[in-house]
């Protein structure tokens, strides 16, 4: 079992930057895969970033060169880093885990979820 909550949302004009942090407790082994989702309202839930155990990443064409996926192992802390922030990445946020997965940035993979944090962007 896993438990996830986020933090760091918020509103910031188009162009600023958020930083969410996802902290993690329970099983280790159930969080080797980490990643980040969002979900606009009337949208599918669509995969952002994914961070792997071994320090890899996978990214959304729509977030990259904007986004950074990292982790405080020490932590067990899950950040997203979000730049150039657009009116279109405004969503609810999610962080999700697994200990495995086959495509990283499907929602249908992934078993432990947390709550979700707003991100809205202004133009």
């Known amino acids: 079992q896993v438990q996830l909550v986020e933090s760091g949302g918020g509103s910031v004009q188009a162009g600023g930057s958020l930083r969410l942090s996802c902290t993690a407790s329970?099983?280790?082994?159930?969080?080797?895969?980490m990643s980040w989702f969002r979900q606009a309202p009337g949208k599918e839930r669509e995969g952002v970033a994914s961070?792997?155990?071994?320090?890899?990443?996978t990214y959304a064409d729509s977030v990259k060169g904007r986004f950074t996926i990292s982790k405080d192992n020490a932590k067990n802390t899950l950040y997203l880093q979000m730049n150039s922030l657009k009116p279109e990445d405004t969503a609810m946020y999610y962080c999700?885990?697994?200990?495995?997965?086959?495509?990283?940035?499907?929602?249908?993979?992934?078993?432990?979820w947390g709550q979700g944090t707003q991100v809205t962007v202004s133009s």
């Open positions: 329970g099983s280790t082994y159930s969080s080797k895969y």
């Open positions: 999700a885990a697994n200990s495995w997965v086959g495509w990283r940035l499907s929602a249908q993979q992934y078993n432990y």
């Open positions: 961070f792997y155990t071994d320090g890899s990443t």
